[in-house]
């Protein structure tokens, strides 16, 4: 356990590395075994951001590297913690904002003129968000102005929301419609649908140069030759940094290399590696160390890991492990994926995987200090191993 304890404390986090020497290195430069902590803020986290923020204010600055917030809640904490990417959606309008009334032809409609919406937290016949024409030249430039305004205030960057290749648009009920398509008068067909996206979000990347974008991006979408569609591939590259939410909590990830699989995930993953793109593996819980062995697996120093509840004092011990620059490439063999790093090794067992029994250094010990000597692994299990 002490031997840990030292690690904990002279282990070096992206958040720290970034505030001191941003300007130095490019994204690349960290090594592919440290965490990158990446948080998404919502209402549940904004007491930890309230006034006096001593406490947390020194947490964010030491273990967060970058996190999602929301302006204009955020507008004045940028002095504390100038790496956040500010949330925008788009192409969700909420019924409630004057742009609404003033740009109705702004809103996408069934052929009986209903407006449509983005298929989120429908209830009783109505969405939260009407979905906007991303088609519309007069949306887009509302939509510029908005974003200018938002990084002008001195964020890192944009958190895209709904970046969806996915044609996600629906009645009241989350049941899938195909809009009016202004620019034809008839239903809209998916391949115009993820033209326009794409043009859209190559137009985001051309008017804000040197403004970090993250799309908030189905990873699934395009069909079954996924990211080999033009207009997804276009999508991605005019991305930064590629969210894939849910991470792998996902229930619907399955073992071997099916379209659906772990494997497939990963290889997504590697293709957005050599497109350039950074990736935030989005977990939606801690789910033990399964979820930061994921990231460890596919990390090439540009990528981020995040979990719906960590916050400052809910940190896991793990989150501060430095396993040093990798040694090797992942590796797969049934049903067992394995990394080596200078300082240790990472296992994951697929979902569904057979019980493993992996082999270790001797002398390894587990993220709670206890001897790894033993170890094994069930299917949906993971161990980060340090020597």
């Not at 996408?108 to 991303?134: E, H, K, W």
Request: net charge neutral.
């Amino acid at each position: 356990m002490f031997l840990f304890n030292r690690w904990w404390q002279k282990a070096l986090h992206c958040g720290v590395i970034v505030a001191l020497a941003s300007s130095m290195f490019g994204a690349n430069d960290w090594p592919d075994g440290r965490v990158c902590l990446t948080i998404r803020t919502d209402p549940t986290f904004d007491s930890f951001l309230q006034s006096p923020m001593r406490r947390s204010d020194n947490w964010l600055r030491t273990y967060v590297w970058r996190m999602m917030v929301y302006s204009p809640f955020f507008d004045n904490k940028l002095d504390f913690f100038p790496n956040g990417w500010v949330y925008i959606n788009l192409y969700g309008l909420h019924k409630d904002w004057p742009v609404v009334a003033e740009h109705p032809e702004w809103i996408l409609r069934d052929s009986a003129g209903n407006p449509l919406y983005i298929p989120y937290a429908c209830a009783n016949g109505t969405c939260p968000l009407y979905a906007a024409d991303v088609s519309n030249p007069q949306y887009r430039s509302h939509w510029l102005t908005r974003a200018k305004s938002l990084v002008s205030k001195g964020y890192r960057g944009l958190w895209i929301d709904d970046v969806n290749l996915e044609f996600r648009v629906s009645d009241g009920n989350s049941q899938q419609v195909a809009p009016v398509d202004r620019n034809t008068g008839k239903p809209m067909v998916y391949d115009d649908w993820k033209r326009y996206v794409a043009d859209f979000t190559t137009q985001i990347r051309t008017a804000l140069p040197g403004v970090e974008l993250l799309h908030n991006a189905i990873w699934y979408a395009g069909g079954p030759n996924r990211d080999a569609d033009a207009n997804v591939k276009r999508e991605l590259m005019s991305a930064d940094f590629i969210n894939i939410e849910r991470g792998v909590a996902d229930s619907g990830l399955t073992g071997g290399n099916g379209q659906w699989s772990l494997h497939a995930l990963f290889d997504y993953v590697d293709r957005l590696h050599a497109l350039g793109k950074g990736v935030i593996i989005d977990n939606l819980k801690r789910q033990g160390e399964y979820g930061l062995a994921a990231y460890f697996l596919i990390s090439n120093g540009g990528d981020g890991v995040g979990s719906h509840d960590i916050a400052p004092g809910l940190l896991p011990r793990e989150f501060g492990i430095d396993l040093g620059p990798s040694v090797g490439q992942r590796t797969y063999a049934k049903g067992l994926f394995r990394r080596e790093f200078q300082r240790g090794v990472v296992l994951l067992v697929e979902p569904g995987g057979p019980t493993t029994a992996p082999t270790i250094c001797d002398g390894c010990i587990r993220v709670d200090g206890s001897p790894a000597a033993g170890l094994t692994l069930r299917g949906g299990e993971a161990a980060i191993v340090m020597r």
